[in-house]
C-alpha cells in the first residue's frame, strides 16, 4: 500500500532522528567538556552558552575557549579556527553537486549543520536528492545541533556546581566520536592509506611537538590517498590495455574462413 506524503515524510524524519542518534549520545562527554571549560575558564553562562549556538563545531570550540582565556589575539584566534574547521571546506565541495540545485534557505541550512556527523551520514550516491532525503539530512543534523547544546548547557550547569571537569579525561570521547565516523567509510586502498598516514604522522608529529601536527598529517595523508588511487587507475587501466592486445592478437593469428578453406 503507498505511503501518503505526510506518513512518509514522518518515517523519513524518524529515520534521520534514530540514524543520527548514537552519535548524539556519543558526543555527550565532549559537550560537557566543552561547556564545563568554558566555566572554568572564566566565561559567563551566557558565553558558554552562546558559544554552541553561534559556533557549532566541537574542536573550534575547545581550542577557541583556550585561546581566548590565554588573550590571544583576534588574529590568531581566527586563523586557528579557519584551520581547524577547513575540512568542512572539503565536506561542501563534495557536496556541492548536490546542494546546488537546491533553494538558498535549504542550502544555508543544511551548509549550517553540516558537521563530521552529518557528513558521515551523506556518503550514500542520493543523499540530499528529493524532498524525503532532504527532511532526512535536515532532521539528522538538526538534532545532532540540539543534543550539541543539551550537553554544552549540561557541561555549563555541572561546571558551576562541581570542580574542574577537564580533568576527568572526558577530552577522550572526541578521539572515539573520530575513530567511529572513520571506521565505516574504509571502503577501498586509498581511503585505508590516507587513514593508516594520518594515524601515525599524528603520533609522530604530537611527539615532535610540531604545533601544527594534525594539519600536516592530514595534508600529508591526502596525497597520499590520491597517490594511491592515481597507481590503482594506472594499473587498471594498463591491464585493460594489454587485455585489449591479447584480443586484437588473437584476432590476427586466427585463421580467416578463407584459408580453411
Given at each position: 500500500?503507498?505511503?501518503?506524503k505526510k ?47 553561534i ?39 563534495a ?34 536528492v528529493g524532498?524525503?532525503?532532504l ?19 549540561t ?13 576527568l579525561?572526558?577530552?577522550?570521547a ?45 595534508l ?8 594511491t ?12 590495455t ?6 586484437d ?6 585463421p ?6
Amino acid at each position: 500500500m503507498a505511503l501518503s506524503k505526510k506518513k512518509a515524510r514522518w518515517l523519513m524524519a524518524r529515520k534521520g532522528f534514530l540514524d543520527m542518534l548514537p552519535l548524539n549520545l556519543a558526543v555527550l562527554p565532549w559537550g560537557i567538556l566543552c561547556g564545563s571549560l568554558a566555566i572554568q575558564r572564566d566565561f559567563s553562562a551566557l558565553e558558554a552558552i552562546l558559544m554552541p549556538l553561534i559556533v557549532f563545531a566541537g574542536s573550534a570550540q575547545l581550542v577557541a575557549i583556550e585561546l581566548i582565556a590565554n588573550n590571544a589575539s583576534l588574529a590568531t584566534i581566527l586563523f586557528t579556527t579557519f584551520i581547524i574547521s577547513s575540512r568542512h571546506f572539503l565536506y561542501g565541495l563534495a557536496l556541492r553537486d548536490k546542494l546546488h540545485i537546491l533553494p538558498t534557505k535549504w542550502r544555508y541550512g543544511l551548509g549550517f549543520l553540516l558537521t563530521d556527523e552529518l557528513f558521515a551520514l551523506s556518503s550514500h550516491s542520493k543523499s540530499f536528492v528529493g524532498q524525503l532525503r532532504l527532511i532526512y539530512a535536515v532532521v539528522a543534523g538538526g538534532s545532532f545541533y540540539v543534543f550539541w547544546l543539551l550537553w554544552n548547557i549540561t557541561g555549563v550547569i555541572a561546571g558551576s556546581y562541581l570542580p574542574d571537569l577537564t580533568n576527568l579525561g572526558l577530552d577522550f570521547a572526541i578521539a572515539v566520536t573520530f575513530i567511529a565516523l572513520v571506521i565505516p567509510t574504509i571502503i577501498n586502498l586509498p581511503i585505508l592509506v590516507s587513514v593508516i598516514v594520518a594515524a601515525f604522522l599524528s603520533v609522530v608529529f604530537k611527539l615532535m611537538q610540531f604545533e601544527l601536527d594534525l594539519v600536516a598529517a592530514a595534508l600529508i595523508a591526502m596525497y597520499c590517498g590520491y597517490i594511491t588511487d592515481r597507481f590503482l587507475q594506472k594499473r587498471k587501466s594498463a591491464d585493460m590495455t594489454k587485455v585489449q592486445d591479447n584480443d586484437d592478437n588473437q584476432d590476427n593469428i586466427k585463421p580467416s574462413a578463407k584459408d580453411s578453406v
